[in-house]
């Protein structure tokens, strides 16, 4: 290897040289790889260290008029107090808005990392990474996120040389993977979405999820109209974007995971990540065999 | 028992005495021992080897990002004790290979500094006398499971020894100025990316270099692990693991998967 591409740290243009395979792959999935007709090249990584806060601007405390936006972009919605009081207990006025400047730090340490390991699977000469796995963590004490993704490169068994020099990635491996190809689709890309919306509650959304009926006249029970659509916005951005990175492939596998963070009486930061895999119909579907029924001895 | 190995305790030399007797002892569950069994080989005994290491302590620099190069020697060099010596009561057992090897480490109120390492696994034999030693003439270690050992087997891979690779890192402190020049954004830092980045490639080269000894084609079940252990949250351990595998045939004897329903439930 004359010459590292790109960024690679110094050690991964070693590693490569060496020229034996390593695989993230447990055995059955190993074996299942080999069986398609695809051998391990190599463990491939990318990694990017962020700064890391989680406000911007909007701050305020909303008493006498909408919180600030930080940027003007993304969705965003208003509610007013019904109650016609102005004090500075009183939360007249509440706000959800899309927090646009996390979802693009996310977006770059997503990215970045996941460039990086395109860049270890083009130097092994890999038509594709399987198993993909991205996560992200805080890293000590430091105020930074670190951002992951790793994977197996491979081959295909006496295949052409790779075609352009973006290798396929799925997050599948195995049998999985196996049976996604029989059923005539071929892996594209992982596709990962973040969105992330911050509730400002007012004063109904913060009685409300009290929980209790109030001297302002709210019954309990009620829905909260506030906190429902911020949890659908979050949701449909990340759809929304995901949908319009396929550009007419199929998503497979898609999961949707939520997080929420309560920072006060009504007031949270939803959070809501969308993975999948992009694949493309190649062939026609051949049905499977009829499954045999067993029973575990176990 | 002619050759007795030099280091191990006495009573370890009792209990294997018992074992060359036919008698087997193995942590293998009932369908891993069944698998083995499938494959032709057979649970020569438990087997383990443990080390107590004064991990010990090296200055660093509170600003700058670094390999310890002392603890990741000390970490390496001990758990390489603790597997030498499970290894020498395998071979007292005349047994071609270890599986499911587990290695642990433990922490003692009795010892700050110091760390017990343990490797412990079941030996095996192959039933037909056919030796399954790897180029270095030890038996083969690996963390295969009882199902994952059967699986590669049929593969035409044959495991070689558990291979590993460690890197103790130093992960800079931000100094006030840092902080502040690009407080209030998410940005990425190229110097904390390129450290971790860094420490965990020489982690894995540095596996790659025990399997290349080996002669092995290449490793499998690849682990990348990271631990604080009791060096407060700058100093990180990576350690990767993985099983050494050798090509021995072009053959893949593993049958089509079936599809199944389960009745189960």
Not at chain 1, 59 to 82: K, L
Not at chain 1, 145 to 174: H, N, S
Not at chain 2, 2 to 7: I, V
Not at chain 2, 151 to 180: D, F, K, N, S, W
């Amino acid at each position: 290897m004359d010459e590292l591409p790109g960024d690679l740290p110094e050690a991964a243009g070693r590693r490569f040289a060496e020229g034996s395979f390593t695989s993230g792959l447990s055995v059955p999935d190993f074996a299942a790889c080999l069986q398609m007709g695809l051998e391990p090249a190599g463990y491939v990584q990318g990694f990017c260290v962020m700064q890391w806060r989680w406000y911007g601007m909007g701050m305020s405390f909303g008493a006498f008029g909408p919180t600030g936006r930080a940027n003007g972009q993304g969705y965003s919605e208003a509610w007013q107090c019904p109650h016609g009081y102005v004090s500075a207990e009183h939360r007249g006025w509440g706000q959800n808005y899309e927090q646009t400047w996390i979802e693009d730090a996310w977006r770059e340490g997503f990215s970045s990392s996941y460039e990086r390991m395109l860049e270890e699977a083009r130097t092994l000469g890999a038509h594709g990474i399987v198993g993909v796995v991205d996560a992200s963590s805080p890293l000590g004490d430091l105020g930074l996120l670190e951002f992951r993704v790793q994977g197996t490169a491979v081959r295909v068994i006496d295949g052409p040389p790779p075609i352009g020099d973006r290798p396929w990635t799925t997050y599948l491996a195995g049998q999985r993977l196996g049976k996604l190809i029989e059923a005539g689709y071929a892996p594209v890309s992982v596709a990962a979405a973040i969105s992330s919306v911050r509730v400002w509650a007012n004063c109904i959304t913060e009685y409300l999820t009290e929980g209790s009926t109030t001297n302002w006249g709210q019954v309990a029970g009620a829905e909260i109209e506030q906190t429902a659509k911020a949890h659908m916005a979050v949701r449909r951005i990340a759809r929304e974007r995901v949908r319009a990175a396929l550009g007419g492939d199929s998503l497979h596998g898609a999961s949707l995971a939520t997080t929420e963070r309560e920072l006060g009486q009504g007031d949270a930061e939803l959070q809501c990540i969308l993975r999948g895999n992009q694949v493309r119909r190649f062939k026609d579907f051949d049905p499977l065999a009829a499954p045999r029924p067993t029973v575990r001895l176990s | 028992m002619a050759d007795q190995p030099t280091d191990l305790p006495e009573g370890a030399s009792r209990r294997l005495a018992e074992l060359e007797g036919g008698l087997f002892t193995s942590d293998l569950s009932v369908n891993e021992f069944l698998l083995i069994k499938e494959v032709g080989f057979h649970p020569l005994g438990f087997v383990m080897g443990s080390s107590i290491y004064h991990t010990g302590i090296q200055t660093r620099k509170w600003g700058q990002s670094q390999e310890l190069t002392k603890l990741t020697g000390a970490m390496y060099e001990a758990r390489e004790l603790a597997m030498t010596r499970m290894e020498e009561e395998a071979d007292e057992l005349g047994a071609d290979g270890v599986v499911g090897v587990r290695l642990d480490v433990n922490y003692y109120e009795w010892g700050k500094d110091a760390a017990e390492f343990i490797a412990v696994g079941t030996a095996v034999k192959a039933e037909n006398g056919v030796s399954h030693r790897n180029k270095l003439g030890k038996p083969f270690t690996s963390d295969l499971s009882g199902q994952d050992f059967w699986t590669l087997m049929q593969t035409g891979y044959i495991p070689q020894g558990l291979v590993m690779g460690t890197c103790v890192y130093h992960i800079a402190h931000r100094g006030l100025g840092q902080t502040l020049g690009s407080a209030g954004q998410n940005v990425e830092l190229p110097n904390f990316t390129q450290a971790l980045y860094e420490a965990r490639e020489l982690a894995m080269t540095r596996m790659q270099d025990e399997s290349n000894q080996l002669g092995a084609s290449g490793i499998v079940g690849v682990r990348l692990e990271e631990k604080s252990h009791q060096w407060g949250s700058h100093t990180i351990e990576f350690l990767s693991l993985g099983t050494a595998v050798v090509k021995t045939s072009d053959e893949v004897t593993l049958p089509r998967p079936t599809t199944i329903i389960s009745l189960d439930n």
